[in-house]
């Protein structure tokens, strides 16, 4: 036992002697080495704003949610390390500029009761692409009640039609596949780089009960939804959000990288029309000392 201990100890001792550059060329061995990378390799910061409102069948509400189509999208941001990084040992003498994958996540979630085929495909829904956008996801379930328990089939990629045209994202689900008394879910999750304007996808195929939910850390300023005869605030929850703060000049292994956090507010909305909006960008609210390892002009441009 007492040679395992030893053995791990050792083991973390030379992983931490890797991450500050021991077993990297040195400042002394290759002049310009920085420690940012090396650093940024060994804290693998990862950060989502996501709050999880997500409705979930049961054998108690299957009979209501049978009853009344549900639309629910939920945008938030994700920030993680770019992926390159580190696979270049160029990057250990010159940082990129971009060290950090940055974007948005609209994830869209429906109910849809079953009646027939025909009209099960006209109630899905198309979603506007722009040519930044990456189609993530998308999973279907149908839920149906089998000896009072609720049972759960999701569908095979063979049996969803899935095609882009006109830059919308159109599916189809094949014919006869789903349960005669039964809900189908589906979920769509997609990634974009533009920041400049949420632009979420309405379902106007359909008569749906819709919300929306927006979490966005505060180096953002949007002109939010107001209260109106299509807008009712539901709920306002504020959490924070770790960004980090790269010291590009420092030589300090453990100074180069610290951390920023801001609040993150989460806005969810009842949305009582099927009428399309957009959420706009007022102004990029990072201070200019900070370097979150994105450059600043990709935040508000959909280029990149």
Not at 32 to 42: K, V
Not at 207 to 215: A, G, H, P
Request: charged share 25%; glycine share 2%; net charge negative.
């Amino acid at each position: 036992m007492r040679i395992i201990f030893v053995l791990i100890i050792t083991i973390a001792f030379d992983v931490e002697l890797f991450a500050q550059g021991t077993f990297y060329p040195r400042p002394s061995d290759k002049p310009g080495w920085s420690p940012l990378i090396a650093r940024l390799l060994s804290l693998n910061h990862k950060a989502s704003s996501e709050v999880k409102y997500k409705n979930k069948i049961t054998s108690e509400n299957f009979s209501l949610t049978q009853s009344q189509s549900i639309e629910s999208i939920n945008v938030w941001v994700e920030y993680y390390r770019e992926e390159s990084i580190g696979k270049k040992e160029e990057h250990s003498f010159h940082p990129p500029k971009k060290l950090m994958d940055f974007h948005l996540i609209y994830s869209y979630h429906y109910f849809i009761p079953f009646v027939t085929d025909d009209l099960l495909n006209q109630f899905l829904p198309q979603i506007s692409l722009d040519s930044s956008d990456q189609l993530i996801q998308i999973k279907i379930i149908n839920h149906y009640l089998e000896k009072e328990k609720i049972r759960s089939d999701k569908f095979d990629k063979k049996e969803i039609d899935i095609t882009t045209k006109d830059s919308k994202l159109i599916f189809s689900i094949m014919k006869g596949i789903c349960k005669s008394i039964s809900i189908v879910e589906i979920l769509i999750d997609i990634k974009s780089y533009d920041f400049s304007i949420i632009s979420p996808a309405i379902n106007a195929n359909g008569n749906f009960e819709r919300d929306f939910t927006l979490s966005i850390p505060a180096i953002f300023v949007y002109q939010y939804p107001v209260e109106s005869n299509n807008f009712e605030l539901l709920t306002v929850e504020t959490k924070t959000f770790d960004f980090l703060n790269f010291n590009r000049e420092s030589k300090d292994y453990y100074k180069v990288i610290d951390v920023f956090t801001v609040d993150c507010s989460s806005l969810q909305w009842k949305v009582k029309t099927a009428s399309e909006f957009t959420v706009q960008l007022i102004k990029l609210n990072l201070p200019p000392q900070i370097d979150i390892g994105v450059p600043r002009e990709e935040m508000i441009s959909n280029k990149y």
